[in-house]
Each structure stands twice: as structure tokens, then as C-alpha cells.
């Protein structure tokens, strides 16, 4: 079964200390991948998406993920983090299989940026 | 350019009644798919609609149903609802929901049932 897994439920850190929020998949071929950020009673915010091309991708608010394909993962980073940056990170896969419009999502991270 | 609207943004029902969401997506946009979000079971893909035809569909009841308009606004129904149907309900348009569009997401209406 085509999966997403984001291992930690929480990632605490300390503001201005690098971060990273961790994610797995297992899907066939190679997938679309994105991260998106919720902040409390919002939607979900479009970060960054990985296509093909250069495995470091680059995205809003300083974000950047990197992609591995042996590992099967796509960790979201950020060099040095933000107290604004507190909030629930979700990563998502959108398999290329034919007849699939639809996009799988992790369980989410909550980062904690503490001040 | 506006993003996606999702009306109404709170709604509280009782157990047995329905009730109708309705969302917006940006202009231009024509694929747009309906996720719940509880916190026991995270994101959960509803359903998605192109050109006014459901194009996938994802493990829930038929009390669940959704349309699409000729000018891409869709409407989310839920029938005879349960208390378990309380949730945040996110719509998320794109161009096209193939190749390498990107969702971008409505704020959410959140259903109480009580």
C-alpha cells in the first residue's frame, strides 16, 4: 500500500537553531512530493514541491527539502528557525500512477520553536 | 488573485441532520478535492472533482457526495450525520490535478455535531 510516513509527532527547537521535520514514503515509481504548513484554524499553506532535477529544493519562508531517492525520504529543513515558525507540517505524495488525482498525506509534525 | 473560499467556516448540526459545504476554488482553477482532518485520523482524501465529474473517490460512506459546477465551485453533502462526522473539512483546488500542479488549500469549515 502507497504510504507517508512522518515518524515524529513532535520536533521541538530552540529559535535560531537549525531544523528538520522528517518524512518517509513508499509509493510506486517516482512520485510528486510537497510540504505543506497548517497554522491553528487555517488551511494548509503550500511550502515547496519537489518535481525532478536538484535533490535540494528550495521553497517560502527559508524552507528547503531534501530529496533522497535511495532513502525514500524528503526531509523539510530550515537553517536557522523562527519562534513564527511553531506549527503543524505535513508532508504529501502524489504517486504518477495512471487513473490517481489524489494526494497522500502524513500524520503531520508539530514543531515547537521555543524562544 | 483570490485564493480558495470555503463557506460557511463554522457550522454545529445534530446527529441525524445534513448538511451542505460549499467551496470556491481560484480562478482558473478546475480540479478540486475535498479532505477531512480530525486529529485521530489526520488528513483524509474525500473526493475529487474535474469538469463536473468525480475522478477519484476515497473509503467513505455514501452519506458523503459531492458536486461540481460548470464554473468549478463544488459543493461537499453529508447526510444523517454522526457524531464521528465532526471534523475540519478542507477543500483544495488546482489547475488540473495532473502532472505537476500543485493544491493550494481553502481555510476549512469546521463541522460540530452534536
Known amino acids: 500500500a502507497q504510504s507517508v510516513a512522518q515518524p515524529e509527532d513532535q520536533v521541538n527547537v530552540a529559535e535560531g537553531n537549525p531544523l528538520t521535520v522528517k518524512c518517509t514514503y513508499s509509493?510506486?515509481?517516482?512520485?510528486?512530493l510537497f510540504w505543506y504548513v497548517q497554522y491553528p484554524n487555517r488551511g494548509l499553506q503550500f511550502l515547496l514541491k519537489?518535481?525532478?532535477?536538484?535533490?535540494l529544493v528550495k521553497g517560502s519562508y527559508g524552507f528547503e527539502a531534501e530529496f533522497n531517492k535511495s532513502q525514500t525520504s524528503f526531509h523539510l529543513k530550515k537553517p536557522s528557525a523562527l519562534v513564527s515558525d511553531s506549527a503543524l507540517y505535513f508532508c504529501?505524495?502524489?504517486?504518477?500512477?495512471?487513473?490517481?488525482?489524489?494526494?497522500?498525506f502524513g500524520t503531520g509534525t508539530r514543531l515547537k520553536v521555543l524562544a | 488573485k483570490a485564493g480558495v473560499t470555503q463557506t460557511p467556516r463554522y457550522l454545529i448540526k445534530t446527529r441525524g441532520q445534513q448538511v451542505t459545504l460549499s467551496c470556491s476554488p481560484i480562478?482558473?482553477?478546475?480540479?478540486v478535492s475535498w479532505y477531512q482532518q480530525t486529529p485521530g485520523q489526520g488528513l483524509q482524501f474525500l473526493f475529487e472533482?474535474?469538469?463536473?465529474?468525480?475522478?477519484n473517490k476515497g473509503n467513505f460512506p455514501g452519506r458523503f457526495s459531492g458536486r461540481q459546477f460548470s464554473n468549478s465551485r463544488s459543493e461537499m453533502n453529508v447526510s444523517t450525520l454522526e457524531l464521528g462526522d465532526s471534523a475540519l473539512y478542507l477543500c483544495?483546488?488546482?489547475?488540473?490535478?495532473?502532472?505537476?500542479?500543485?493544491?493550494?488549500f481553502g481555510p476549512g469549515t469546521r463541522l460540530t455535531v452534536l
Open positions: 504529501a505524495v502524489r504517486p504518477l500512477t495512471s487513473g490517481t488525482y489524489k494526494y497522500i
Open positions: 519537489y518535481i525532478t532535477g536538484d535533490n
Open positions: 483544495a483546488s488546482s489547475l488540473s490535478g495532473v502532472g505537476t500542479d500543485t493544491q493550494y
Open positions: 480562478s482558473g482553477h478546475r480540479s
Open positions: 509509493v510506486s515509481g517516482n512520485p510528486y
Open positions: 472533482y474535474f469538469s463536473e465529474t468525480q475522478r
